[in-house]
Structure formats: structure tokens, C-alpha cells
């Protein structure tokens, strides 16, 4: 049997590596996708950790994706967690300079500033929960879900009418058919 030798990973890709978000393998930069770092010293993009932690309440704890310690969501929410500014560090020059994000609802929100001395910016916003998602959205900010498959069957009116249907038919199959049957 041959002896397998360790693959020697090449420092660049290894580099890369530590540059993108093991959730979502899309590179870091300096504003949605700022590595935050959390106390186990895993880091993510604030993108993931926000969906991670959208219905955990500020304050609370979250499990790390990878060794399930515990890290606490602060109280102004996910974008005010502790950035890894070494990975920052490694990132292109303009974009070492780390911009304010913060939450509003189910989204991220950051402003855009413009070159011009006028000061006047754009909001720039990550909806956090797809598209679809929101406009099924209540009052109180719950998702409804439309129930499919046999108990979303049972639960509509033409369902309800078509088991009553079904059944007369079983029983009529069952009980009368071999009655009819003998009596001839």
C-alpha cells in the first residue's frame, strides 16, 4: 500500500480562504460582508450572522455555526459585534476603513456618502428575509406559511368535501356492494 502524502495547499489559496465567509463563500469588504469575529474566534460575514440571528432577540446568545459556543447578539444588534480586524487588515486598501451598518427590522442599512462636498448620501438597504417573504408579512411581522400536502388537503373546503365523497363511496364499497352480491 502507497503512503499518502499530506497535499500541500497553496499560501494563495489558503489566503482566499480566510478572505471569504465559510457560510456563504462570497468575499468580505467593508460594509455587508464585514468579518465579524465571534468570541470562539470563528469569523463570518455580519450578512450571515444577521440571518442567523433575525428572530433571536438582541441581548440573547446564538450558537457559533461551527463549534455551537455560545456568542452574545449586542444590544444594538449583529452589525455592532466585535469586527476580525486582522482579516480587515489583509483587505484592499479602500477597503480597510470599515463603514457604519446598522439594523432596522429584517434588513441592514448603510449610507452611501457621495465624492461631492454637498454631504448627501443614499441609504443603501439588505433585505434580510427574500422578497416573497415580506409581502406575506402581518401586522405583527409574522411570516404565514401555506400548509401543503395531505394536512393543507384536509384543511380546504373541496378537501373536506372530496374525503366525505371518498368515504361514502369506501363504506358503500365495504358494506352494501357485497350484500348486493350474495342477495342474487
Known amino acids: 500500500m502507497a503512503a499518502t502524502t499530506p497535499r500541500q495547499e497553496d499560501p494563495e489559496e489558503h489566503l482566499s480562504s480566510l ?7 462570497i468575499s468580505y469588504d467593508n460594509i455587508f460582508k464585514t468579518p ?33 459556543t455560545l456568542a452574545q447578539i449586542p444590544q444594538e444588534g449583529v452589525p455592532k459585534m466585535q469586527p476580525n480586524l486582522e482579516i480587515v487588515a489583509q483587505l484592499p486598501s479602500e477597503m480597510q476603513t470599515l463603514q457604519e451598518v446598522w439594523a432596522d427590522g429584517y434588513k441592514l442599512c448603510w449610507v452611501k456618502k457621495k465624492d461631492s462636498l454637498e454631504g448627501k448620501g443614499s441609504l443603501v438597504t439588505l433585505h434580510l428575509l427574500s422578497s416573497s417573504g415580506e409581502d406575506q408579512a402581518g401586522p405583527d411581522g409574522l411570516i404565514s406559511v401555506e400548509q401543503t400536502g395531505f394536512r393543507g388537503f384536509c384543511q380546504s373546503v373541496w378537501g373536506i368535501g372530496a374525503a366525505i365523497i371518498m368515504i361514502g363511496i369506501l363504506l358503500f364499497t365495504v358494506l352494501f356492494l357485497p350484500i348486493y352480491m350474495n342477495q342474487k
Request: glycine share 0%; net charge positive; proline share 10%.
Open 19 to 25: 478572505l471569504e465567509c465559510p457560510i456563504c463563500y
Open 36 to 68: 465579524l469575529l465571534l468570541p470562539c474566534s470563528h469569523t463570518f460575514c455580519m450578512e450571515c450572522l444577521s440571518r442567523l440571528c433575525l428572530f433571536i432577540r438582541k441581548s440573547q446568545e446564538f450558537p457559533c455555526p461551527f463549534c455551537r
